[in-house]
């Protein structure tokens, strides 16, 4: 099953990066076929096998190489499937092509919904905090027991499913991550990967994925918001404001930081609070004003139409992370020295 399941994602790849002709009534045939593929993998039931095959192996899989290879290749199959209707949305949308998308006539999210996100956060925190896995406890000196390369890779592509659930209904993952038991469990999951990745190098991809996935799920809404300043010290919030100096001085990790900072305290006095404890907000303020700048630079050389951006970049950007219409009243609220001027 692994093995068909990796077939289908080079499949679905391919499709993400093929041109159809040219011509309304071509590319809306070729969109109605892509369609009708989804529609079926999820009709046939694919996507509640995967499901329940993860239901099913929510445990360590640390001595278990085979099982969590399965994981990695069906965690990968679901990914594709959610690129693929992503990527389909957004070249209907570019290319003003009338097929009905936004309706979700494939059953997808609604399928994701009702399987949890195919259990993904449940898998994630048996893997990673079962009863054999060290507990921070109360001391920040303990260094976490290393975790095998296998199950650290069903963490990564975990997580890579989650970012692209966020691309294709934030407000689906938001609900669903945030209901009561996921959301702790979430906690306890990121706080562990970044713990743990602040000690063991090598991790950047899936601490980045960490990353992503919490400016996502505290985009404008206040209670997730809460939970990222929640629980046992040092929180979430404390340990992305405590990442390494290069995330505050590399543009480069800059950009993949600060949009998540600005998530998770944009118009949230106490987050902004704790912000300031370990950093200035100018400096998210002025991060802001340099992409607001960009895209003035942008509307005046007409250079905003390029090459299509592949969904696994897309998702790293600022306007994917963060909407363009609330660039501004961030930047004034970060610059406030009371934080309410939004």
């Known amino acids: 099953m692994g093995s068909l399941f990796k077939v289908i994602c080079l499949i679905f790849d391919a499709i993400c990066k093929f041109q159809p002709e040219t011509g309304n009534e071509l590319q809306e045939e070729f969109y109605q076929r892509i369609l009708d593929i989804i529609s079926f993998a999820v009709s046939i039931g694919l996507v509640d096998k995967v499901s329940l095959s993860i239901t099913n192996s929510q445990g360590p899989v640390d001595n278990e190489p085979d099982l969590a290879e399965f994981l990695m290749d069906a965690l990968s199959f679901v990914t594709s499937l959610i690129a693929l209707l992503v990527s389909l949305r957004r070249r209907i949308r570019s290319n003003g092509i009338t097929c009905q998308t936004q309706e979700d006539s494939t ?8 399987t949890q996100i195919v259990g993904v956060v449940p898998l994630l925190y048996g893997i990673l905090l079962h009863t054999q896995v060290f507990s921070r406890g109360h001391s920040t ?5 290393e975790v095998t390369k296998h199950a650290l890779s069903v963490a990564e592509i975990s997580m890579f499913l989650l970012n ?3 691309l294709l209904d934030l407000s689906m993952l938001q609900a669903t991550l945030g209901s009561e038991g996921l959301s702790l469990q979430l906690r306890h999951i990121s706080s562990y990967l970044l713990w743990y990745c602040s000690h063991w190098k090598g991790n950047q991809r899936l601490v980045h994925e960490v ?3 919490l400016g996502f799920f505290a985009l404008n809404h206040p209670d997730n918001q809460a939970v990222l300043h929640s629980g046992q010290r040092p929180t979430i919030l404390q340990q992305l404001c405590t990442l ?6 590399n543009e480069v990790l800059k950009g993949i930081l600060f949009p998540t900072l600005i998530s998770c305290c944009f118009k949230n006095e106490s987050n902004r609070t704790i912000l300031e404890m370990e950093m200035s907000p100018v400096m998210l303020s002025s991060f802001l004003e340099a992409a607001l700048e960009a895209e003035q630079l942008k509307a005046v050389t007409k250079t905003s139409k ?4 592949a969904i696994g970049e897309e998702k790293w950007s600022l306007a994917s992370r963060f909407h363009k219409s609330l660039w501004l009243s961030a930047k004034d609220f970060f610059a406030s020295g009371q934080g309410n001027s939004s």
């Open 141 to 145: 000196a303990v260094i976490p027991p």
């Open 244 to 249: 390494p100096f290069d995330y505050f001085s």
């Open 164 to 166: 692209h659930v966020a």
């Open 107 to 114: 059953q997808l999210t609604i399928t994701l919904c009702m």
């Open 306 to 309: 390029g090459t299509p951006t």
């Open 211 to 213: 990353i992503l996935l």
